[in-house]
C-alpha cells in the first residue's frame, strides 16, 4: 500500500472550518523524507516502542479560560517504527497537537495511550499511558530553550553529575556518539558555543539533544525549517 494512503485521518479542526488539520502515518522513514520537502509547515512524529500504536482518540482540547476548541475530535493511529506527519495551515493547531502528545498539555476530552498488539492484530495488554519521559520533542524555536556554554554541556545537560558507574558511563558515552552522529554535529567542536552555531546547526544540537535520551516518541515540530539536507 502506498504510503499516502496508509494515512489516517482526521477530522480537526480550530475555530475556522476553513483551516484543517490533517496527519498521514507513513510506514517508512523513505516515504516519509519524500514528502517532507515540500511541506512548509510540517511537523513529524517518530515511534519506536515494539509492536505497539500510538492511539489518540477523539481528542478535543480548549485551553482554559477560552470558549473555542482549538482541536476537534482528532483521531488516528501511529504503529511502531514509523513516521507521522502532520500538516495544516498556519494557526490550525499543529503545535497543539504536538504539545499534547508529549504530554505538556492535557486534552480536554479524548485520550492518548500506547497500545500494545498481539499478532492477530488484538490489542493484547491494557492501555499504557504515554508518559512525558519516554516523549522527545523538538519545538520550533529551539534556540530559545538552549541554557549551556557549550555543545558538550548542552547536549548532556541533566545528565547524572555524581560519578556513575563503569556500565553507565558507557551507556551514556554511546548514546552521546549516536546522538552527535545522527544529529550530523560531528563537524562541530563540541566546545562551540551553541549561541553561536548558524540556525540550521541549533536545530541539529536541538534533535541531538533529543536524541540523547533515545525517546520512543520524537515529536519535530517544523524540522526542516534552516536545514539544507
Ligand atoms: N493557550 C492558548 N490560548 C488561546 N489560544 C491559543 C493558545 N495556544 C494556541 N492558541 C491558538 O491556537 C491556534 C493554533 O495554534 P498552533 O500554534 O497549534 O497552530 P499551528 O498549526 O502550529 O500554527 P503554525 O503553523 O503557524 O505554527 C492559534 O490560533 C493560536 O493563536
Known amino acids: ?3 499516502m494512503e496508509a494515512a489516517v485521518s482526521l477530522s480537526n479542526l480550530s475555530r475556522s472550518p476553513s483551516k484543517f488539520l490533517r ?3 507513513h510506514t517508512s522513514s523513505r516515504n516519509a523524507s519524500q514528502h517532507l520537502g515540500p511541506l512548509g509547515k510540517s511537523r513529524v512524529l517518530s515511534l519506536s516502542v515494539r509492536h505497539s500504536c500510538i492511539e489518540v482518540k477523539r481528542v478535543n482540547y480548549r485551553p482554559p479560560g477560552t470558549q473555542h476548541n482549538l482541536l ?3 483521531s488516528f493511529s501511529l504503529p511502531e517504527k514509523s513516521f507521522g506527519l502532520i500538516f495544516g495551515r498556519s494557526g490550525s493547531g499543529k503545535t497543539t497537537l504536538l504539545q499534547l502528545l ?4 492535557k486534552p480536554t476530552s479524548g485520550s492518548i495511550y500506547v497500545q500494545r498488539y498481539g499478532t492477530d492484530g488484538n490489542a493484547n495488554s491494557s492501555p499504557e499511558s504515554l508518559s512525558s519521559e519516554r ?3 523538538v519545538f520550533q524555536f529551539p534556540e530559545r530553550y538552549f541554557l549551556a ?6 547536549v548532556t545537560f541533566g545528565w547524572p553529575r555524581q560519578k556513575a558507574d563503569l556500565a553507565m558511563r558507557q551507556r551514556l558515552a554511546l548514546n552521546l556518539q549516536y546522538a552527535i552522529n545522527s544529529a550530523g554535529l560531528n563537524t562541530i567542536p563540541l566546545d562551540e558555543d551553541p549561541h553561536s552555531l548558524s540556525g540550521g546547526y541549533k536545530r541539529r544540537l ?4 533529543q536524541l540523547v535520551q533515545k525517546p520512543d516518541l520524537l515529536l519535530l515540530d517544523e524540522p526542516l525549517a534552516g536545514l539544507v539536507l
Do not use: C, K
Not at 206 to 209: H, K, N, P, R, V
Open 1 to 3: 500500500m502506498p504510503a
Open 102 to 105: 508529549a504530554g505538556l498539555s
Open 72 to 74: 476537534n475530535d482528532v
Open 23 to 25: 496527519t498521514t502515518i
Open 206 to 209: 536541538a534533535l541531538a539533544i
Open 135 to 137: 516523549v522527545g520533542i
Open 149 to 154: 556554554d557549550t555543545v558538550l554541556e548542552e
